[in-house]
Every structure is written in structure tokens, then in C-alpha cells.
């Protein structure tokens, strides 16, 4: 027969054993299954870190608007210029969420095109620069200032807006989505405020 004491010692690495387990629990699986969690902590941390640069505020700058009624269709001058492939289509995706129709053309498009239509236009100018982000390892593009106007077809100012690269926090929003970056700006010129 066995001595209390000998049952409590064995008893004592089974309770340990579900306390380590149910401590465990609240971690990702792969933690548990990788022979590196140390290394599973690292690509989750830089994952999570990725994802909040990506989502970085921006705000408008320079911000001008002359108060006319909400524009509710307008057209994008396309810029050859601006050589950053997702920018037209963030602009027209925020423009869609604040329930603007858009038309992207041609700088000089005639009437063939239908461009003679439009009643507003808005132009743009965009500065592309490079560099490597956090926890990568090549160099990539990224919008890192904007400035466009809304006009009417005879040339009158409806608004002017901006957007450029925080310098602060390290340049992490350099980062963000194009979109992200070009939302406030987008308002300001629709709706009048940054």
C-alpha cells in the first residue's frame, strides 16, 4: 500500500500537466505544434505589425473648397504621370463609398469619347517614391504625396485638397494603402472638410 504522500506526488505532475495545457490554451496552435515557437512569435508579431501600417491614418492638407452643392458624377483625368497602378482605382472605390459616379479618361479626351459629358473633372498629381518596408526584404512603390482639384468643364476651381507621407512614427505610414491615403482627400474635395 502506498503512503499519502506517494499519492499526492503523483498526482501533482498530472495538475501540472493540465495547468500548463489549459495556459496553453488561449495560444495559437501553431505554438504549441512548432518545433520554433520563438520563430511562430515572431512572423505573428510581424504580421499584426504589417496590418497596422496598412491601416496608418492620413488626413487632407491644404485643404480648399468654394461650397458648391455635393457632386454627385464627375470624371477622373487619367495622368500618365502618376504611374502607380492601384490609384485610379482607390479613387473611384472612395468616391463609390460616398455615393459619386466616376468616368476615368484620357487627358484631351474629345467627344468621341463622351468626355465632352462631364460637367466636373478631377485632376490629379502624384509623387511615387521606393523603398523597403518593415519585415520585407525588396523595394516597392508607394504614394507619397498627392494633390488633386475638382473642376468644372470651363476650368473654375470647386476645390483643391492634398496628401503627404507623415514623417512622423518612424514613416510608418508611408505604408498604408493607397486608398487609406487618399480617403480624407477625397472627402475634403466632395464634402468640404479634412
Same mark, same amino acid.
Given at each position: 500500500?502506498?503512503?499519502?504522500?506517494?499519492?499526492?506526488?503523483?498526482?501533482?505532475? &498530472?495538475?501540472?500537466?493540465?495547468?500548463?495545457?489549459?495556459?496553453?490554451?488561449?495560444?495559437?496552435?501553431?505554438?504549441?505544434?512548432?518545433?520554433? @515557437?520563438?520563430?511562430?512569435?515572431?512572423?505573428?508579431?510581424?504580421?499584426?505589425?504589417?496590418?497596422?501600417?496598412?491601416?496608418?491614418?492620413?488626413?487632407? =492638407?491644404?485643404?480648399?473648397?468654394?461650397?458648391?452643392? @455635393?457632386?454627385?458624377?464627375?470624371?477622373?483625368?487619367? &495622368?500618365? &504621370? $502618376?504611374? !502607380? @497602378?492601384? !490609384?485610379?482605382? $482607390?479613387?473611384?472605390?472612395?468616391?463609390?463609398?460616398?455615393?459619386?459616379?466616376?468616368? *476615368?479618361?484620357?487627358?484631351?479626351?474629345?467627344?468621341?469619347?463622351?468626355?465632352?459629358?462631364?460637367?466636373?473633372?478631377?485632376?490629379?498629381?502624384?509623387?511615387?517614391?521606393?523603398?523597403?518596408? @518593415?519585415?520585407?526584404?525588396?523595394?516597392?512603390?508607394? !504614394?507619397?504625396?498627392?494633390?488633386?482639384?475638382?473642376?468644372?468643364?470651363?476650368?473654375?476651381?470647386?476645390? =483643391?485638397?492634398?496628401?503627404?507621407?507623415?514623417? $512622423?512614427?518612424?514613416?510608418?505610414?508611408?505604408?498604408?494603402?493607397?486608398?487609406?491615403? !487618399?480617403?480624407? *482627400?477625397?472627402?475634403?474635395?466632395?464634402?468640404?472638410?479634412?
Amino acid at each position: 500500500m502506498r503512503s499519502p504522500e506517494a499519492a499526492v506526488s503523483t498526482r501533482l505532475p &498530472n495538475r501540472f500537466a493540465v495547468a500548463v495545457a489549459a495556459a496553453c490554451s488561449g495560444l495559437a496552435g501553431c505554438s504549441l505544434l512548432s518545433p520554433a @515557437p520563438t520563430w511562430e512569435l515572431v512572423k505573428a508579431t510581424g504580421s499584426a505589425t504589417a496590418h497596422a501600417i496598412g491601416r496608418s491614418p492620413s488626413h487632407a =492638407s491644404d485643404t480648399v473648397h468654394y461650397g458648391d452643392a @455635393p457632386v454627385k458624377r464627375l470624371c477622373i483625368e487619367f &495622368n500618365r &504621370n $502618376a504611374p !502607380l @497602378p492601384d !490609384l485610379v482605382p $482607390a479613387l473611384q472605390a472612395e468616391l463609390r463609398s460616398i455615393g459619386v459616379a466616376s468616368r *476615368v479618361y484620357e487627358a484631351g479626351a474629345g467627344a468621341a469619347t463622351g468626355a465632352d459629358d462631364c460637367e466636373v473633372w478631377l485632376r490629379y498629381a502624384a509623387t511615387v517614391d521606393w523603398d523597403t518596408p @518593415p519585415f520585407g526584404d525588396t523595394t516597392r512603390p508607394y !504614394l507619397s504625396a498627392a494633390s488633386m482639384s475638382l473642376q468644372r468643364s470651363g476650368g473654375a476651381l470647386l476645390a =483643391s485638397s492634398g496628401y503627404r507621407v507623415d514623417d $512622423a512614427g518612424f514613416g510608418a505610414s508611408k505604408w498604408a494603402t493607397t486608398r487609406t491615403k !487618399l480617403a480624407p *482627400v477625397v472627402r475634403a474635395l466632395i464634402q468640404g472638410f479634412e
